[in-house]
């Protein structure tokens, strides 16, 4: 006579962390477009500054003067901008640091729409690529407002871009819950996950808006 037992409660347990922690994961198609635009959109900003950036430089070799397509004002200002000090953080150009992060971003993405699955770690070290990448931005975005007082146009886009995937990149991890977090806090960001970076950009334009508030209303 055969008898039924009921799991115990480490098997149980068990059953729940291999849930919780699969040895893959996927990502929807829409989450994947997200990484491939927002990628792209980056891309695009920092192959048109590196392009803007050498011709500077070979007209001031030629001794001649060049100003970027996107040099619209005095705020508007590419050119200043890629002059600065802070154009060049990591002793080379900015933006050919964002050719190659970029350009990673969309073969994530490009990888999961090809059917692509990813292990826990992948995923954490995207995310905190990331964070790296929209806290140089921010710090980036500080220094152009307050510091050389001339803003970039393209920087921007690369800007809404780096902070896009930073936020879903981190809804996506808090879905899973590859990343530790108080369970009411991770239940509210999930369900109200565009209000982040919505309001992310609201306050990069609130506080242009704001510095150079003269400007625009004359």
């Known amino acids: 006579m055969m008898t039924h037992t009921a799991p115990s409660a480490e098997s149980s347990d068990a059953t729940e962390d291999a849930e919780r922690s699969p040895l893959t994961l996927a990502a929807s198609r829409a ?10 959109a980056g891309l695009l900003a920092a192959w ?3 392009n803007d950036k050498f011709n500077l430089l070979e007209a001031r070799v030629a001794g001649n003067e060049y100003t970027p397509a996107c040099s619209l004002n005095p705020i508007v200002s590419c050119g200043d901008v890629m002059e600065s000090d802070q154009a060049e953080a990591f002793g080379f150009p900015n933006p ?13 993405g490009a990888g999961l729409l090809a059917g692509a699955r990813y292990r826990p770690w992948f995923w954490r070290s995207l995310l905190g690529g990331t ?4 806290s140089f931005c921010t710090w980036l975005m500080y220094q152009s407002l307050y510091n050389i007082n001339a803003l970039c146009l393209w920087c921007c886009l690369a800007w ?3 902070l896009t995937m930073f936020w879903y990149t981190l809804w ?3 879905r899973h819950r590859l990343v ?17 970076p919505v309001a992310h950009v609201g306050i990069i334009g609130m506080l242009i808006l704001t510095k150079w508030w003269y400007f625009w209303v004359g």
Not at 131 to 134: E, Q, S, T
Request: aromatic residues 20%; neutral net charge.
């Open 48 to 50: 048109v500054i590196t």
């Open 172 to 174: 996506f991890n808090l």
């Open 180 to 196: 530790p977090a108080p369970e009411g806090l991770r239940k509210l960001f999930l369900e109200f996950h565009w209000v982040f």
């Open 160 to 162: 809404v871009a780096t």
């Open 31 to 40: 989450f994947a477009w997200m990484l491939v635009v927002t990628g792209f």
């Open 131 to 134: 964070f790296f990448g929209v």
């Open 96 to 108: 050919m640091l964002g050719l190659v992060t970029y350009g990673v971003v969309i073969a994530i």
